[in-house]
Each structure stands twice: as C-alpha cells, then as structure tokens.
C-alpha cells in the first residue's frame, strides 16, 4: 500500500511544500518519488495521483515506466524530429 506525506520547508524565497509517496511491501520500500512544489494542493494532488497510478499497477510493470514519456524512452529520435 502507497502513502504520502506533505512537508513544509521554510527557503529564502519563501515557503515550498515536499510531496513523498513511498510504498512499502513487508516492510521493505519498492516506490519511492518526491517532488517540491509552490503549494500544499498542488502538492497533494500529485501525491494522490502517483498512490493511484502506483496502486492501479496490477500488470507488475516496473515503477520506472509508470510516469515515462515517450521522449524518455526515445531521445535520439525525438531530438531528430525536432532538428528536421
């Protein structure tokens, strides 16, 4: 089961929200993901969306491909496409 914490950091440019979701399975972690953001929905908006894809995962796909593009898995020939 995923869960996620929101945390509050204190910068010089002023106050930033830390999501984490980890999920753990008998104790040992086998997701974990964070992201800073400039508000605290913003920030459990995108937890509560990883802890859905990371959960709907029923296929036992790797955690790497859950949030992949296509540019990540691809980029030389996007970079072609771009420069054509």
């Given at each position: 089961m995923a869960n996620y914490t929101i945390s509050k950091?204190?910068?010089k440019n002023?106050?930033?929200y830390c999501a984490r979701v980890?999920?753990?399975e008998s104790g040992?972690?086998?997701f974990s993901?964070?992201?800073t953001f400039n508000s605290k929905v913003a920030a459990t908006r995108w937890?509560?969306?990883i802890i859905h894809k990371v959960e709907k995962n029923l296929s036992n796909e790797p955690f790497e491909l859950?949030?992949?593009t296509l540019n990540?898995?691809?980029p030389p020939y996007f970079y072609f496409l771009l420069t054509f």
């Open positions: 950091k204190t910068r002023g106050i930033v980890r999920s753990k040992i972690v086998t993901k964070s992201k937890a509560r969306e859950i949030e992949c990540k898995l691809n």
